[in-house]
Every structure is written in C-alpha cells, then in structure tokens.
C-alpha cells in the first residue's frame, strides 16, 4: 500500500507519528485507571489532564468545559439530546441546517419523534446557511441551533460568529459541529459565541474512538453516559487514556504554526482546483471559492457516477470519496449536494479529495491526470453524453 | 466488495459503445437514480444477434452487468437471448452485493427493451417478451 496516494483525509487520517509515540506507553507502561489513588494512576489522570488542556488551549476555552467523547458523532448526539432534554421547559423548538452531517440531522430526527418541533435552513448555492431564514424561524420556544462550522463534504465554512450573536441575542444555544474544521482553521469559542463544539481526533492525525465536546460553563446539559464520576459525573466510564493522550498531542501538533500550514494547505487546494477546471470540461466546483476548508476540493462531473469513478481511481491507487448515491447505500445522492441545488444526475457524478499537509504537487498531477483519463473513458461509455453530443 | 469477475468487467468493459443503424436500441433507467443503460443490437437475417453493444451511465455494478449481458446475448437467437435473466448476469459474475442487485435487473430489462423495438421494427412478435416499464424517454434528463 506505500503507492498509494491519498486524498480522503475528510474521512480520516493517517495518526501521526509523534502521536502514536506518545499514546504507546499508556498501553503497557502507564495503563492505570485515572480514577485510582495510587500512582500508577494519578500518572494516568495527570495525562488525561494534559490533553483537557491542551485541547482548551486551542479553543480557548477552560479545561473545565473539555469533555472526552468516543467521537464525534457521539459528541454531537450528546449536546443535542442533552440540551434539548434539560432545556424542555423552555421550549421544544430547535433548529439547524439542510446540510449537516448525519450525526446531527438523524439526531434532529429522533428529536422530532419525540414532540421536538424542528426547523431546517436552507444554504445557498455555495452551501452558506441563510441567515435571514435562520433569524425567521427563530421563536419564542427556540431553545438550541446547530450549525457545522464547516461543512465535511463540500467544505463550506458557516459565518459562525454570525450565528453565535443571533443565538446569544435571543437567549438561544448555539452548538457547532467542527469535526471538518478543527485543526485547519481557527477556532475561538468566545469570538465566535459557540455554546457546545464538537470535535475528532481521528480527523486530524490522531487515533480513532476519541472525540470531545466543548460544553460552556453555565451551560445545563444531561449526562450522556450514568455511571462514575469520570468527565465530571456527565459522560461515565473510564477513559480512552491513550486515545486521549494521542487526542491532546494531535490537537498540539495542529494549533503549531496553523496559519503556515493553511496557507500551504490552501495553495495545494487552488492548484487541484485550477488543474482540474483548466484539464476536464462539464465540471463544476462544489461549493464556495473562498469561504472553503484549505483541503477540500469536490467537483461535479456531468454525464459520469461517481462510485465508478472512484473504483476506477482506486484501481490506480488513488483513495478519494462521492457524494454519489450508489456510495451512500441509499437512491439519492447526497443531500448536501441536492441542498445547494444541483439536479440528481450531477450530483450523483460527484469527486470529493480531501488534502493533508503529506499531499505534494507531483500527487496533485498524478491525480489530475487519472481523473482526467477515467473521465473521459466514463463519458465514452455514457449514454448521456452520446444524448449530449448528438444534440449539440 | 465486487467479486474478481465484476472488477475485471470494470477495468476492461466488453463491448461499450454504439452500433450505427441498429437493429434494435432499447434505453432503461433513470438520470435521478443514477443509473441508465442503453443496449444497441445487430440481428441478422436468422435472428441472431451478430453484435450488441451497450450505453451505461452508473456505477461499477451497472457497467459490469452491462459489459457481460452483451457478451451473453452475442450469438444468441432473439428467442434464447431474452432468457438471459438478471439470474443469469448475477450467476456469471459470481455475484453482487446485496444494494447492487437491481443493476443486473437493469440490465435485463435494457436488452427486453432493445429486442421490444426490434420486434416492433420488424413487425414480429417475441413470445415471452413484455413491453419494457421503465424505458426513458431520450431527452427527459436534460
């Protein structure tokens, strides 16, 4: 597998190297629980507190208000059932985006089965989330919003500070999913008047099964887990120790010289973005220009499908992703990509690469090449083209 | 997640492209779901099929069953090649997953709908042969 070039890093990345150091001794040296007085695992508990800080530090946020989740998406259930359980007196009105990650709209779902009454705002075509419909539909009884910081198929980054005044103004929750944009772009939970803020080690080089979950103090939220006292009596269980400690060093390796890093990042991506615009005709980029995560690209493809394309890419050892619907099991493509209003034929051919600070330029050229190549076979073969052609 | 006979028919599809003048053009499928097939026949005097080659638009399922239906069909009379069934293409190519299954249905029902206007061309009946459901219009998808 060493030839293989990847670009699926909104997926998942490879741990780095100085993290899975790190996370190594508390396997067989310091395995104590961090729960027992002696010192074996007060060493456990000093490391665990560490990475509570270090985390906090990048947020800037207390250590207090850090709670270590198994991952996202369990971060995400968590602020939104436990806010809406322990703010019901309030209201049962709650709002978030057309175009979430499913750790946040099934949840959402759930809710609404349960005699929550939800509001979705639609984005624009570039995926912005529109903030006068957001402001609209806020009522009386509106007791939590949740928007994606960024969005993990398209990239769109959110005008979060935006939201987090509207929320603060009207005495609503804010809770944002950062999982996609946690370690690339800034994050300030004060500045932007962020609530809740879920997070992932696995996203940004460290292990998977470790997430974490801003929670404001102040803020009145049900436990996740019943149990011991572990995560301040809210989230029970013993601790992932070295999963967290690999969280806190990842987090760490991140917040080091960031904006270097996304600028690198982001050249990377204009040049992926400019070759495959400039190399492949009937594209489209999804998403927007600017306001977009320094390593997500995601192109649309006419007259092709995705999930061949990245058979056909995978054949050449090139990992990458779709939002087409024969990747997602179901019929329809992505509902990100149908909520910025692309028809169902264009969204099912489209090609999600996703970058990481280990992608050169000689990788970029070999993608775009295979791309390139496999488009134009793809076409040949079909009958939607042919149409395209023979009416031209 | 694709047996060795699927990914083989991915790389190196059979008899993709178009036949000019065909005998018989049968369309199935739809731009929404992702998936449409085109089948083009070449029937001789005899009524045997001397060529097909297929259209597919779709994932790496759709064009693998399209790539061995062609192969199927070649050489068969009208009659014979109607009996190759979704079960058939499943059987030949070891297999698909379980989400995959409805492509080898495609595919059939791609070449039921290019023998359908063959028969209609020629004024023949085939017996055993339905009016295909899900044939899409030309132009609907643009």
Redesign the interface.
Same mark, same amino acid.
């Given at each position: 597998m060493s030839n293989i070039i990847y670009m699926d890093n909104a997926a998942t990345t490879k741990v780095a190297t100085e993290v899975l150091n790190e996370m190594l001794p508390y396997f067989t040296e310091q395995y104590g629980n961090p729960s027992s007085i002696y010192s074996l695992g007060s060493s456990a508990a000093k490391a665990v507190s560490t990475a509570r800080e270090q985390i906090a530090l990048s947020l800037n946020a207390k250590s207090t208000e850090i709670y270590f989740t198994a991952g996202g998406t369990e971060s995400d259930n968590w602020a939104i059932k436990g806010t809406a359980e322990a703010y019901q007196d309030k209201g049962k009105h709650i709002i978030t985006s057309a175009i979430e990650h499913h750790g946040i709209l099934k949840t959402f779902a759930y809710l609404a089965e349960t005699g929550y009454s939800v509001s979705y705002i639609p984005v624009d075509e570039a995926g912005i989330i529109k903030i006068d419909e957001l402001e609209k539909a806020i009522r009386p009884e509106t007791i939590l919003i949740s928007v994606c910081f960024a969005n993990n198929e398209i990239g769109t980054i959110q005008p979060i500070r935006e939201i987090g005044e509207l929320a603060r103004k009207n005495g609503i929750i804010f809770h944002s999913d950062a999982v996609q944009a946690f370690g690339q772009i800034p994050i300030d939970v004060d500045e932007y008047m962020i609530d809740m803020l879920s997070i992932s080690a696995h996203k940004i080089h460290g292990p998977k099964g470790v997430g974490g979950l801003y929670i404001r103090t102040g803020i009145k939220i049900k436990p996740f887990i019943h149990g011991g006292s572990q995560e301040r009596g809210r989230r029970a269980g013993t601790g992932n120790v070295p999963g967290i400690v690999g969280f806190g060093k990842a987090c760490a390796l991140a917040m080091a010289n960031l904006p270097e890093k996304s600028r690198k990042l982001i050249s990377l991506r204009d040049y992926l973005i400019e070759q495959i615009n400039g190399e492949i005709p009937h594209c489209r980029l999804n998403g927007d220009s600017e306001r977009r995560l320094p390593n997500n690209v995601n192109f649309s493809f006419r007259?092709?499908?995705g999930?061949?394309l990245l058979?056909?890419l995978d054949?050449k050892g090139i990992a990458a992703s779709s939002g087409?619907?024969?990747t997602s099991?179901s019929?329809d493509?992505s509902h990100v990509l149908l909520a910025i209003g692309l028809p169902?034929?264009i969204a099912?051919g489209s090609l999600r690469l996703t970058l990481s600070m280990e992608n050169t330029r000689e990788e970029i050229d070999a993608v775009v090449k295979a791309v390139k190549e496999i488009v134009l076979k793809l076409r040949?073969?079909?009958?939607?083209?042919?149409?395209?052609i023979n009416?031209k | 997640m694709?047996t060795e006979k699927v990914?083989d028919h *991915?790389?190196n599809?059979r008899n993709?492209?178009?036949i000019e003048n065909a005998s018989g053009v049968g369309?199935v499928g739809n731009?929404? &779901?992702?998936? *449409?097939?085109?089948i083009y026949l070449d029937v001789d005097e005899n009524q045997i099929i001397r060529d097909c080659k297929?259209?597919?638009?779709? &994932?790496?399922?759709?064009?693998a069953t399209s790539s061995i239906a062609t192969e199927m069909v070649i050489g068969k009379t009208i009659h014979d090649a109607i009996k190759v069934t979704n079960k058939a293409v499943l059987d030949a190519l070891d297999g698909l997953p379980e989400?995959?299954v409805h492509c080898s249905l495609l595919a059939e029902e791609a070449i039921h709908a290019a023998l359908w206007d063959y028969a209609e061309k020629n004024g023949i009946v085939i017996e055993g042969l339905k009016k295909p459901q899900t044939d899409i219009s030309?132009?609907e998808?643009?």
């Amino acid at each position: 597998m060493s030839n293989i070039i990847y670009m699926d890093n909104a997926a998942t990345t490879k741990v780095a190297t100085e993290v899975l150091n790190e996370m190594l001794p508390y396997f067989t040296e310091q395995y104590g629980n961090p729960s027992s007085i002696y010192s074996l695992g007060s060493s456990a508990a000093k490391a665990v507190s560490t990475a509570r800080e270090q985390i906090a530090l990048s947020l800037n946020a207390k250590s207090t208000e850090i709670y270590f989740t198994a991952g996202g998406t369990e971060s995400d259930n968590w602020a939104i059932k436990g806010t809406a359980e322990a703010y019901q007196d309030k209201g049962k009105h709650i709002i978030t985006s057309a175009i979430e990650h499913h750790g946040i709209l099934k949840t959402f779902a759930y809710l609404a089965e349960t005699g929550y009454s939800v509001s979705y705002i639609p984005v624009d075509e570039a995926g912005i989330i529109k903030i006068d419909e957001l402001e609209k539909a806020i009522r009386p009884e509106t007791i939590l919003i949740s928007v994606c910081f960024a969005n993990n198929e398209i990239g769109t980054i959110q005008p979060i500070r935006e939201i987090g005044e509207l929320a603060r103004k009207n005495g609503i929750i804010f809770h944002s999913d950062a999982v996609q944009a946690f370690g690339q772009i800034p994050i300030d939970v004060d500045e932007y008047m962020i609530d809740m803020l879920s997070i992932s080690a696995h996203k940004i080089h460290g292990p998977k099964g470790v997430g974490g979950l801003y929670i404001r103090t102040g803020i009145k939220i049900k436990p996740f887990i019943h149990g011991g006292s572990q995560e301040r009596g809210r989230r029970a269980g013993t601790g992932n120790v070295p999963g967290i400690v690999g969280f806190g060093k990842a987090c760490a390796l991140a917040m080091a010289n960031l904006p270097e890093k996304s600028r690198k990042l982001i050249s990377l991506r204009d040049y992926l973005i400019e070759q495959i615009n400039g190399e492949i005709p009937h594209c489209r980029l999804n998403g927007d220009s600017e306001r977009r995560l320094p390593n997500n690209v995601n192109f649309s493809f006419r007259f092709i499908e995705g999930e061949s394309l990245l058979i056909m890419l995978d054949m050449k050892g090139i990992a990458a992703s779709s939002g087409s619907a024969c990747t997602s099991g179901s019929l329809d493509p992505s509902h990100v990509l149908l909520a910025i209003g692309l028809p169902h034929e264009i969204a099912h051919g489209s090609l999600r690469l996703t970058l990481s600070m280990e992608n050169t330029r000689e990788e970029i050229d070999a993608v775009v090449k295979a791309v390139k190549e496999i488009v134009l076979k793809l076409r040949n073969m079909s009958p939607l083209y042919e149409d395209y052609i023979n009416k031209k | 997640m694709y047996t060795e006979k699927v990914m083989d028919h *991915i790389s190196n599809p059979r008899n993709s492209g178009e036949i000019e003048n065909a005998s018989g053009v049968g369309t199935v499928g739809n731009a929404k &779901c992702g998936d *449409i097939m085109r089948i083009y026949l070449d029937v001789d005097e005899n009524q045997i099929i001397r060529d097909c080659k297929f259209k597919t638009f779709g &994932c790496g399922a759709a064009i693998a069953t399209s790539s061995i239906a062609t192969e199927m069909v070649i050489g068969k009379t009208i009659h014979d090649a109607i009996k190759v069934t979704n079960k058939a293409v499943l059987d030949a190519l070891d297999g698909l997953p379980e989400v995959k299954v409805h492509c080898s249905l495609l595919a059939e029902e791609a070449i039921h709908a290019a023998l359908w206007d063959y028969a209609e061309k020629n004024g023949i009946v085939i017996e055993g042969l339905k009016k295909p459901q899900t044939d899409i219009s030309e132009h609907e998808h643009e």
